[in-house]
């Protein structure tokens, strides 16, 4: 898949995750609410309690009010976080006991037997802080109870149930995160069978025109799939036409050069002496022969482009042999124009799987292009060694060599090099060498000579 090319796992993840991510804030913002408002009613509900226990004990006696102040009015307020409780009894404005600065309502007059609560401060710290007011019996104008407490419990309690409710919500993310995930993952599944269904038909050497299984594949993607079917099809057909275009060809356009050739070859018995007829036949033959030589060039990069060789059944060749078969096979071409073949052998046993006529063209093509364009009189090395699981075959001669900036190119086809002396040629033959090695899984490479002044060409083969 390209960089930044869009993904539907991903595209599925966030449209899931990210609703439910919302709906989690959404919650932890109305859980904080709640949290507080539980926190609040509990603590206020104790210092109510607290405030009507001290109420329940007002009495007056000789016309002055008196609190028998209970024990457990205060302690039921005591927490581990240490909270301070501060309280106060006035009654017509004056303190009868208590703490005479603690905060008293704000409301001039109270509804009797009604706490109240209200948030103040005190001693520098923040309490909260509960009042009521009692008619006590004995005296005309009620009586005001105000107990107060620090918050530290409060605040205690609050950052322990907000951190409980993070810790749930972080683990429902987690769950829902991983839940959606296999539930992505098991959705797409379908369509990650039909791609590895593609890419089997992807695979170099592999020509499997057979239609895609769409007996899994969801509704959403069965469009696209029957394309591919549709598409596979056709190739299918294009691959048998040329298939059957390259037979008809190989017996259509040999049949007659054979023919003309026999004939050039009668003719050229019947020719004597050195006259302008002998040489305009003896043209026209090497024209032919270049022009049959062509032929099977283009056939064999046809067949090899649509991997008709590389199908045929493979064998196992040892490396050294086929080299030295394929050397004496153009010694009479090399001795024709007096150039010496060597071979050189760093390990005997070297064996490749692979279809022999395959193996065939392409050492004929180096040694025939090394033959032809080395120096008339030179030599021609071939060295046969290892590398690792890698056989490897050097082929050096003494031509002029190819210049750096031209060895990619005569791999297009029909590139030649422009030179004056340069001998006929199609530009073929070095683009067969490379397509049919990249079918083998071997690979080619030009440069300079170890030994020769001229062209080093280097074959690996991937060894059996």
Not at 313 to 330: C, D, F, G, N
Not at 348 to 374: C, P, Q, T
Request: aromatic residues 4%.
């Amino acid at each position: 898949m390209a960089r930044g090319q869009p993904s539907l796992k991903t595209r599925f993840l966030v449209g899931l995750l990210v609703p439910v991510s919302c709906i989690a804030v959404a919650v932890a913002v109305g859980g904080s609410l709640v949290i507080s408002h539980v926190v609040e009613v509990t603590h206020d509900r104790l210092l109510k309690g607290s405030l009507l226990a001290i109420a329940e004990r007002l009495a007056v006696e000789d016309g002055e009010v008196t609190v028998d102040l209970p024990r457990v009015a205060l302690s039921m307020l005591e927490t581990q976080s240490d909270d301070s409780v501060f309280y106060r009894v006035s009654a017509d404005g004056q303190t009868v006991t208590g703490y005479s600065d603690l905060p008293l309502p704000r409301k001039a007059a109270l509804e009797p037997e009604q706490p109240i609560f209200w948030d103040d401060s005190y001693g520098g710290n923040a309490v909260r802080i509960a009042a009521i007011s009692r008619h006590v019996y004995g005296i005309a104008k009620p009586v005001l109870v105000t107990v107060a407490e620090t918050e530290h419990a409060r605040e205690q309690l609050w950052r322990e149930m907000i951190r409980e409710l993070a810790m749930a919500e972080i683990v429902l993310l987690a769950v829902i995160a991983l839940l959606t995930w296999l539930a992505v993952e098991r959705g797409l599944g379908p369509l990650a069978q039909l791609k590895r269904q593609i890419d089997r038909r992807g695979i170099r050497g592999s020509k499997d025109f057979q239609p895609l299984d769409l007996q899994m594949v969801p509704k959403e993607a069965l469009a696209p799939a029957q394309a591919i079917n549709e598409l596979l099809d056709r190739v299918s057909l294009a691959t048998q036409i040329l298939r059957q275009f390259t037979a008809d060809a190989s017996h259509q356009m040999r049949t007659p050069l054979a023919a003309l050739r026999t004939h050039l070859d009668l003719l050229k018995r019947r020719l004597t002496g050195s006259s302008e007829m002998t040489e305009m036949v003896m043209e026209v033959d090497a024209q032919v022969v270049r022009l049959d030589r062509m032929i099977s060039q283009l056939l064999t990069l046809a067949r090899a482009d649509e991997d008709a060789l590389v199908r045929s059944p493979s064998e196992t060749i040892s490396l050294v042999t086929k080299a030295k078969q394929i050397l004496a096979l153009r010694a009479q071409a090399a001795a024709a124009r007096n150039i010496e073949l060597q071979l050189e052998v760093e390990q005997d046993e070297m064996s490749i799987e692979a279809n022999e006529l395959l193996v065939d063209e392409v050492f004929g093509n180096v040694i025939d292009n090394a033959i032809r364009y080395g120096a008339a009189g030179g030599v021609v090395i071939a060295r046969v060694s290892r590398d690792g699981e890698t056989g490897v075959v050097d082929l050096e001669d003494d031509g002029p060599g190819i210049p750096p900036a031209e060895r990619q190119k005569v791999f297009e086809r029909f590139y030649r090099i422009a030179r004056p002396d340069a001998p006929d040629g199609s530009g073929l033959g070095l683009s067969i060498v490379r397509v049919l090695l990249d079918r083998m899984g071997g690979s080619i490479e030009l440069g300079e000579g170890k030994r020769l002044r001229g062209l080093r060409v280097t074959m690996r083969f991937r060894l059996a």
